[in-house]
Nanobody, 123 residues
Framework: QVRLVESGGGLVQAGGSLRLSCAASGRTFSYYAMGWFRQAPGKEREFVAAASRSGGSTYYADSKKGRFTISRDNAKNTVDLQMNVLEPEDTAVYYC????????????????WGQGTQVTVSS
């Protein structure tokens, strides 16, 4: 079992940056690949980025490459998402997730989910 809690969301102006963090409980954190997804109102949950179990490999949705960076610290049981040059279209609830498969952009490959953190980008 892995319990995930996201933090770091908030309101930011377009062009700004935010860093989201996801804290995981349990000693098995390093067994799982970690991913970030997001869901905007009225839209499907979409993949943002993923990190391998060691964090040595990363995988991004094409549209996020260059602006978003995922990183994990297995000693601290955390996975972060650095988001730069934010756009109003990035407004969504952001979720971290854990699963056995890397790389994967498929939400059903992830077994554990956090409650999400709201990111709002104003124009």
């Amino acid at each position: 079992q892995v319990r995930l809690v996201e933090s770091g969301g908030g309101l930011v102006q377009a062009g700004g940056s935010l860093r989201l963090s996801c804290a995981a409980s349990g000693r098995t954190f390093s067994y799982y690949a970690m991913g970030w997804f997001r869901q905007a109102p009225g839209k499907e949950r979409e993949f943002v980025a993923a990190a391998s179990r060691s964090g040595g490999s990363t995988y991004y949705a094409d549209s996020k490459k260059g602006r978003f960076t995922i990183s994990r610290d297995n000693a601290k049981n955390t996975v972060d998402l650095q988001m730069n040059v934010l756009e109003p279209e990035d407004t969504a609830v952001y979720y971290c997730a854990a699963g056995p498969t890397f790389p994967s952009n498929y939400r059903y490959d992830y077994n554990y989910w956090g409650q999400g953190t709201q990111v709002t980008v104003s124009s």
